[in-house]
């Protein structure tokens, strides 16, 4: 199948002779998708799978309802941060019993800074420097100040000061990292442009001058192969309602380098990161395993719905999700590029294959209009400022003709200008 | 009608005869329990409402499954959390924008004191003492000692410490509040014995000697009048799955008394906390109001069933509970003393209405062995260490006769030995 090729002739007869042949494309039954939809929005917030409302209405009448209190053992609430973990663990290269999902995926980021800065502060208290990206997904910068800013109010006798340092075009990673650098937190698809990077380089560059690696897989996990273990990563977090089909808000999860985990506890330390939560102690022993990275009781119905999600992924040849997404990705910037190039769409993703996460984002000095105008007509992608339309492609669930028709109403919507209406350009909601 | 009068009288039908006249007994239609359970274990876990799981299919089937991403905005998703926590702030005395659902208990507790730390170090920096309660829920002493450690974790030159004082029985209140006191963190209603404290006394104790106070409601949120504003307290968190029906694990909130919310933020500044979260901004700029103390995406399914519990807690008078709930706990005490007395059962819930919160606790030598033969015989309540039997009496789906024929099963069980089998002893599991 040479989808170089699909885009090249542009027909959509190639298309569906595409869909014909492609082997992913019995699990697009495995979701429920609106009559109408084309749906590229699957890097922000995933579709409705098939068992998701069956299982909820078991966790709601059965578990809750007659079980009540019970369930906590009998239907496995207890173990279900790591069981999920454990799970999630085939999707992004974790061995077993390094995962847990739980809480948000800031909130993971702060555990990990945190536990990232305390082993720092013993092996290299010069070390005080966590470098991130200017473009990195801004809550990730906002919680590595708001850690920072937090250790300093304790800092002004001393002199100790802990420090953000953002890289971007101005300061590239390789200038960025030096031994002052305690820690290295990015995302390994970025949120805006879809551009990813090389983890393992990135994690043996921050090695190199002594600094530990944190990824935020939001974008990654489920969307591109990933090798935690592999490319000697110490942390990671990320997210399950995007990629990992989880459900509005679902709960993310963080992962933990298994020589890091006995090191040093968080300080969210709620009582399920204790040794042993229901001895009552009134005093604090960590569990001794990655239980330690828990905090406080998690949302059951929300993560039961997790499952739903991960075990369809678990069936996915990831390997052929990666190829169709690169096909795909690849398809959809051809077509755009072809049909809407006399328009001001500037492409922001990388060409490169191995630089590309699995969506797509264009500029486009209207962006905001023309996504509007996008989802009145269907086609259901998002906006980011500035300017930036945002198009997830799912191999799950999207077809190659989904891409073509997609294309062909961006495309009408452009020409025609139809975006340049009062109630597309009303900025009364985020799309 | 007069409860001490039927508890000493004695009679199965005088319990009957009170459920006749009870002006709450319709709300127990508002519940699903199963057949042959008298549920008091509602402290630890609400039951389900009736209008949970049509609420639930309308999230997952309607709001997620076609709303996809657009319900942030078309299905009020982004308003979630403020929404409820207005609807909350009418049960615990709050104003309103003073109060959001979100994250856990525990994780709003290290918002709390994050922020109060954080004042104090302004105003006061010479307070450096967290005092709190060695029988305090175990989380809340947990999460203490994890903030307190994280901030000494910078001190090492300085030599300014934080430090956690735990009042016990060696050292009262009154001594443990002094000048080097920066804030207090208990609980309302003690997890473990019932205990309530006098929260607008404990608050001018605190300020009188400059410290802030802190109020976990976990236990006393839907189970006793509270009145934040009028007790001039300074934060509170608690939880909605116990008194306030919200589900398994259902996220918690917090409460910031309007005077502190524009000084300072917390660390745990996710995008959610922002001015502006859809700017996309590379710094932060906390939200001007109550949204400071939010973090991440929340899970929606268990922010949504949320709303169903607290839509029936509003519907009821929350004097008339009060005092229901005294009756029933004086019922409860009268007749566990009057028909297992002669068993080593141990009163730990306090005789004093106004120091007695919604559940009753005894302890017993064979405490595990005999809540495991309780919950056999349809009897859930919950077990705590060390030894104790915790019953928790929800005025809501419970009547009189559910008092009298729970405490008939334990007399039986107590009379005939019945729990000293090794089935009741295993402790493979936490009741």
């Known amino acids: ?147 920072t800013d937090f250790l300093n109010s304790m800092s002004q006798e001393a002199g100790v000061r802990y420090e953000v340092r953002l890289i971007d075009d101005e300061l590239p990673l390789s200038e960025a990292l030096d031994e002052s650098t305690a820690v290295i937190a990015l995302s ?67 992962w933990v380098n298994a020589r890091h985990q006995d090191r040093f506890w968080q300080p969210l330390a709620g009582w399920w990161s204790h040794a042993n ?26 993560m039961a719905m997790v499952e739903t999600g991960l075990d369809i992924m678990l069936d996915v040849d990831v390997e052929a999700l990666r190829a169709k997404s690169l096909a795909m990705t690849d398809l959809f910037i051809a077509l755009v590029q072809q049909r809407c190039g006399d328009h001001s769409l500037e492409l922001m993703t990388p060409s490169e294959h191995a630089r590309r996460g699995s969506h797509v984002s264009f500029s486009h000095p209207e962006g905001y209009a023309v996504m509007s105008a996008l989802i009145a007509r269907g086609v259901i992608g998002d906006y980011r400022e500035p300017g930036v339309l945002r198009f997830g492609i799912t191999p799950l669930y999207l077809s190659y003709v989904d891409i073509w028709d997609a294309v062909e109403i961006l495309r009408d919507i452009l020409d025609t200008r139809s975006w340049d209406a009062p109630d597309f350009k009303r900025r009364n909601a985020v799309t």
């Open 188 to 254: 390994h698809v970025n949120y805006r442009t879809g551009a990813m990077w090389d983890m393992a380089e990135v994690c043996a560059q921050a090695h190199a001058v002594g600094a530990l690696a944190i990824w935020d897989l939001a974008h990654a996990a489920g969307a591109v192969p990933i090798d935690l273990v592999g490319a000697d990563a110490d942390y990671a977090v990320g997210c399950t309602y995007k990629y990992l089909n989880g459900g509005p808000g679902s709960p993310a999860f963080i």
């Open 1 to 147: 199948m040479t989808l170089n090729g699909i885009a090249a002739r542009s027909e959509r007869k190639d298309c569906l002779a595409a869909d014909e042949t492609d082997s992913l494309a019995r699990f697009k039954g495995r979701f429920i998708l609106p009559p109408g939809v084309i749906y590229l929005d699957g890097n922000s917030l995933g579709p409705r799978p098939v068992g998701a409302l069956e299982r909820i209405q078991e966790v709601v009448t059965e578990e809750w309802g007659v079980g009540l209190i019970r369930s906590w053992n009998t239907a496995g609430w207890f173990d279900l941060p790591g069981r999920l973990g454990d799970k999630l663990a085939k999707l992004i290269g974790a061995g077993k019993g390094q995962t847990v999902v739980t809480d948000t995926t800031s909130l993971n980021l702060f555990k990990a800074l945190a536990s990232a800065i305390r082993i720092q502060q013993v092996d290299h208290p010069e070390k005080r420097v966590i470098v991130t990206e200017r473009d990195n997904f801004p809550s990730d910068v906002y919680i590595a100040e708001g850690i």
């Open 277 to 302: 939560p229901f001895a009552m102690s009134d005093s604090y022993t960590p569990a001794p395993d990655i239980n330690r990275f828990l905090c406080g009781t998690q949302p059951i119905t929300a």
